[in-house]
């Protein structure tokens, strides 16, 4: 962080700097504007983002105005130059996350200790990256797996889809190098070089192939022979190798099943931070943190309900009042804010709970929510469009209409689904959870099927389903799942005419009814 002070402001598209005009570089926004920035001892050009360029033509960046600037980046620079050739060749790229006034008796020069983390709510979508802010975080989603395809798409699955999508194509590798290996089996004629040793080893082999009693042959042989043969073999098997090597590399090459390209990444949701000294009205901000190969450390020590100083992030979009953020995991910086600290703002986070099938209507549309429930039946898979889509039904036992045909709000139907590629044709869900107390998270409801009376959720990417509840983000459905069990187990006649109620749903469906 740096205290630089105005020292010039460009007049007209082309401001000039002492004697050397300056040209504005293309930087994908042709409204850049222009300054010049000291420190009291030497002088750098400064472009300024589109933004800032907005206030530079209102005024609100002056000559003589002192800055904070954090985060900024030099451009055509190449290398280390002296400060008076700098003033001509090198130009500070500033953005607006990253650049604050400050007070006129500001010290110039590099600054003792960092400035002040920027609110949340201040941040501009277009305004660069962000050095450091203040976050809640509210939910932390499963970590998920995006592999770029042959086609230049991409494609998102979950941890259980990649692991199968990797065991898929190792299987597949390995069918293509058996293939080759045994083809390899073959004779084939290599050549090892001319020199004598190479001669004797050779000779030597074609001696030993050929003879009755190749062991009694090498008893007599000298240790000069020996020598020739062992390197004349040594030599062969690697060539053999190699050549095997790189058979198997072609034809995988050629099925297509080159080297995969998969990043992981984590989606943290947050919130802008509210101090209690100055409290708002309105909502707080809201924004969803996408981290490109998250740390082992960040994946296992982020924690939902804590707040953090984070530094590294750059925005993305904005939209619905969500602030999008993207982040790498090398650079990403998470420092945990202590509880007295925490005291100091407005309380932000509702931990997670279980949702009781009865009480799904109190959910809001297109909400997220948890449950854990006895799965009645998984549907089978069929595909629609570029994807392949399955139907789960669930209950929990906490409604009394299960006899009732008019009203089924005992069911929740869950839809996941998984992309088409090529010819991976694995099922979203695993069927044998039928009949289990399965606990899912992060589903999101959709609109209630009100013809047969059934409750609807969807799976998305963010979701998840388990059987184990000792991770992170799973607790506090464990009680839950273990009286759903302990219903499920004494209503064994329940669950069946809920089950015959989906496979009547299901052939109504089929005929067209």
Request: aromatic residues 8%; proline residues 4%.
């Amino acid at each position: 962080m740096m205290v630089l002070c105005i020292s010039f402001v460009g007049k007209g598209c082309y401001p000039e700097f002492g004697k050397q005009p300056v040209s504005l570089e293309e930087d994908g926004n042709d409204r850049a504007s222009q300054v010049e920035l000291t420190d009291g001892w030497y002088a750098v050009k400064a472009r300024l983002d589109e933004l800032l360029s907005q206030k530079l033509a209102l005024g609100k960046l002056f000559l003589g105005q002192k800055l904070r600037i954090w985060g900024a980046r030099f451009c055509g620079w190449n290398g280390p130059v002296s400060p008076f050739e700098a003033s001509q060749t090198v130009s500070l790229v500033l953005h607006t996350n990253g650049t604050y006034r400050c007070h006129w008796a500001e010290r110039l020069g590099f600054c003792k200790r960092v400035g002040l983390p920027l609110a949340f709510r201040c941040i501009k979508g277009t305004g660069g990256a962000v050095p450091s802010t203040l976050v809640g975080v509210t939910r932390i989603y499963p970590v998920l797996y995006r592999e770029r395809l042959r086609t230049g798409s991409f494609v998102v699955r979950s941890e259980r889809e990649e692991a199968k999508a990797l065991q898929l194509y190792n299987q597949r590798r390995d069918i293509v190098a058996e293939g080759i290996i045994s083809a390899s089996q073959r004779e084939v004629e290599f050549d090892v070089g001319y020199d004598h040793e190479s001669e004797e080893g050779a000779r030597l082999m074609k001696l030993l192939e050929t003879a009755a009693e190749p062991e009694v042959l090498m008893a007599g042989m000298s240790s000069k022979q020996l020598t020739s043969f062992a390197s004349y073999k040594a030599k062969l098997e690697a060539m053999r190798q190699t050549n095997m090597q790189k058979s198997i590399e072609d034809a995988v090459e050629a099925a297509g099943l080159s080297e995969r390209e998969v990043t992981p990444f984590l989606r943290v949701r947050v919130v802008g931070l509210t101090s209690n000294c100055h409290p708002r009205e309105s909502c707080p901000r809201k924004g969803l943190i996408t981290i490109w190969n998250p740390t082992q450390k960040q994946t296992l020590e982020l924690c939902e309900g804590l707040a953090y100083a984070v530094g590294g992030l750059v925005p993305s979009s904005s939209d619905s009042g969500i602030l999008y953020l993207q982040a790498r995991g090398a650079t990403n910086n998470w420092l945990p804010m202590s509880p007295l600290k925490m005291e100091n703002f407005a309380p932000f986070f509702t931990p997670r709970s279980s949702t009781a099938v009865s009480s799904i209507g109190e959910v809001p549309l297109s909400s997220e929510f948890d449950i854990a429930a006895f799965v009645v039946y998984v549907g089978e898979v069929y595909r629609q469009g570029n994807q392949q889509k399955q139907w789960v039904f669930v209950t929990d036992g906490s409604t009394s209409e299960f006899c009732s045909e008019e009203s089924l709000d005992a069911l929740l139907a869950i839809n996941f689904c998984l992309p088409c590629i090529g010819l991976d044709s694995s099922a979203p869900v695993n069927s044998n959870i039928a009949g289990s107390v399965v606990g899912f998270c992060n589903l999101t409801k959709r609109s209630k099927d009100q013809v047969n009376g059934i409750w609807v959720a969807e799976a998305t990417e963010n979701s998840d389903y388990f059987l184990s509840y000792d991770r992170a983000g799973r607790n506090h459905l464990k009680d839950v799942s273990a009286s759903v069990l302990k219903w499920a187990n004494t209503s064994s006649s329940i669950i069946e005419k809920l089950k015959e109620r989906v496979l009547t749903i299901i052939r109504n469906s089929k005929d067209g009814c």
